[in-house]
């Protein structure tokens, strides 16, 4: 049985984690530490596991791995404390807020010889595995271009703010759309140019819409939205649609179209009810797996950083309304 613990239930994901590991036969959720004491508490509860208030008796109580879902800036504290105790890592994306602390978390895992993992799971929906075998056999030949976006509610709470989430909706949801591309189609991103700004609500002093255009090593052209302009009401986090242009063909992609439509008279709202793989279970089954195998998580910190590369750059093309290149470490 690998015993997973979850570090902070401050990012909405660590629920559908934390749900993912009771699923599974061979995992559990051993623990919970949070440095919000009630929130730790409520989340033990309602997973039917312990909440530990120390970190250092969390991470030595006999733990072979951990999930981070803290707010983005805590992340490198927690992975060098989790690297340090020897534990497995799948770090939620983005994996940091800069460049400089995403290699510092790289390096503490390489030293402590552990594995880190980052939290894409696009790379698990159904749809998006089947772009890729296409891909990858050619079916498409030489990709001349893509045009994605990832639209979706604003998360409120901390996310909104700058000093914790280190930047809104350009990184927020640019990270899935630049790690979907680099392992779609092989390729690494060379230039962005954004604007974005804070343009749908008040009160935030982080952006909630983001328009980039970007370049990629094989000549790949993208263009992606990302954005916090869905309603409240709305059923899921982001969109994540693509249209793939190859020289063989255009590829339409809808990566959350596997539902139905309900309507709800209990929430008073549209639900969308999955009929298809729920891509957060095979992320926490594969990461799992890498565990107990004792291999490398498949989906890497080094992916992370590649994302965040993409994001940052993006965020200073913003501020100079120029073209600037994506510098990979």
Not at 102 to 111: E, F, L, P, T
Not at 242 to 252: D, N, P, Q, R, S
Not at 286 to 295: I, S, T
Request: hydrophobic share 40%; aromatic share 8%.
């Amino acid at each position: 049985m690998t015993r997973v613990g979850i570090m902070s239930f401050a990012h909405m994901h660590a629920f559908a984690y934390a749900d993912c590991l009771r699923r599974l036969p061979d995992a559990e959720l051993s623990a919970v530490w949070d440095d919000d004491a009630d929130r730790g508490n409520e989340a033990a509860k309602q997973f039917e596991t312990s909440f530990i208030e120390d970190q250092a008796t969390f991470l030595n109580s006999g733990l072979d791995a951990v999930i981070i879902t803290s707010e983005n800036v805590k992340h490198r504290a927690m992975v060098e404390a989790a690297a340090s105790a020897g534990l497995s890592i799948l770090c939620e994306k983005p994996i940091a807020t800069t460049i400089d602390d995403a290699k510092a978390m790289i390096a503490a895992c390489n030293d402590a010889g552990v594995g880190l993992g980052t939290a894409f799971p696009c790379r698990y929906i159904p749809s998006m595995m089947d772009v890729k075998k296409r891909i990858d056999a050619g079916e498409l030949g030489t990709i001349y271009a893509c045009a994605c976006t990832n639209n979706g509610q604003f998360p409120g709470g901390w996310f909104a703010d700058q000093s914790l989430a280190g930047g809104g909706a350009t990184m927020d949801h640019t990270v899935h759309i630049a790690d979907a591309l680099r392992w779609l189609l092989g390729q690494e991103f060379t230039k962005v140019y954004c604007e974005n700004g804070n343009l749908l609500r008040e009160g935030i002093n982080t952006d909630d819409v983001g328009s980039l255009h970007l370049e990629m090593t094989g000549g790949t052209m993208v263009s992606h939205v990302a954005s916090w302009n869905r309603a409240a009401s709305f059923p899921t986090w982001g969109d994540v649609t693509m249209e793939i242009i190859g020289e063989k063909g255009v590829l339409a992609v809808d990566a959350f179209n596997q539902k139905i439509d309900v309507y709800s008279d209990e929430v008073v709202k549209t639900e969308w009810a999955y009929w298809g793989d729920d891509c957060n279970f095979g992320l926490i089954a594969d990461f799992v797996d890498a565990v107990k195998n004792k291999q490398p998580p498949t989906v890497s910190g080094l992916d992370g950083l590649r994302a965040l590369e993409v994001t940052t750059a993006a965020y200073a093309s913003a501020r100079s309304h120029q073209s600037v290149p994506i510098e990979l470490s």
